[in-house]
T-cell receptor, first 109, second 115 residues
Framework: GQNIDQPTEMTATEGAIVQINCTYQ??????LFWYQQHAGEAPTFLSY??LDGLEEKGRFSSFLSRSKGYSYLLLKELQMKDSASYLC??????????WGAGTKLIIKP | DAMVIQNPRYQVTQFGKPVTLSCSQT?????MYWYQQKSSQAPKLLFH???????NEADTPDNFQSRRPNTSFCFLDIRSPGLGDAAMYLC??????????????FGPGTRLTVL
């Protein structure tokens, strides 16, 4: 079966750095996405990785290791507005998005 | 601004009373998706259209139907809503699924309450 695992919840402090991990087992791989979702709102696109390595975009970076079936999202200089759920999703061989359940990130002052 | 629009944002219906949710897009994307998302769960794909080709997920109940009359619009019909159908319904679009980045653009969602 296809499976995406990420922690259910994480807590971090304003101004700090947090890493949210995602492991996946899917039938094929055509890229991995990270989405941010605030409570009651739709997911918004954060990053896309299809090759191994680190993609940096401002305060957010995303890393991929295809051989390990592993990715992480790194958030730096945390702000209160970063409190949200972070969803990892993998595009499988049929170009269908397989979603993780999301990691709820709580930022404390 | 090019975008994905969903109406209504909040929908209340009664148990068993048919309801239709709508989605429109100005992105001119080939693919449109309907997801169901319950609290603290991953979005669950119900079906998607690639142009006019309809693709139903194997575990999508028959109670859920969809129509795509043209490129811009897509509808989700719930024929007899049950209490378990209360959820956020998300519409998303993407360009060609074989494109370089198959990013999905989401509408704001419709939160359905079943009384």
């Amino acid at each position: 079966g296809q499976n995406i695992d990420q922690p259910t919840e994480m807590t971090a402090t304003e101004g700090a750095i947090v890493q949210i991990n995602c492991t996946y087992q899917t039938s094929g791989f055509n890229g991995l996405f990270w989405y941010q979702q605030h409570a009651g709102e739709a997911p918004t696109f954060l990053s896309y990785n299809v090759l191994d390595g680190l993609e940096e975009k401002g305060r957010f970076s995303s890393f991929l290791s295809r051989s390990k079936g592993y990715s992480y999202l790194l958030l730096k200089e945390l702000q209160m507005k970063d409190s949200a759920s972070y969803l990892c999703a993998v595009l499988d061989s049929n170009y269908q998005l397989i979603w993780g359940a999301g990691t709820k990130l709580i930022i404390k002052p | 601004d090019a975008m994905v629009i969903q109406n209504p944002r909040y929908q209340v219906t009664q148990f068993g009373k048919p309801v239709t949710l709508s989605c429109s897009q100005t992105l001119n994307h080939n693919v449109m998706y309907w997801y169901q998302q319950k609290s603290s769960q991953a979005p669950k794909l119900l079906f998607h259209y690639y142009d006019k080709d309809f693709n139903n997920e194997a575990d999508t109940p028959d109670n859920f139907q969809s129509r795509r009359p043209n490129t811009s619009f897509c509808f989700l019909d719930i024929r007899s809503p049950g209490l378990g159908d209360a959820a956020m319904y998300l519409c998303a679009t993407s360009r060609d699924p074989d494109g370089d980045i198959n990013e999905q653009f989401f509408g704001p969602g419709t939160r359905l309450t079943v009384l």
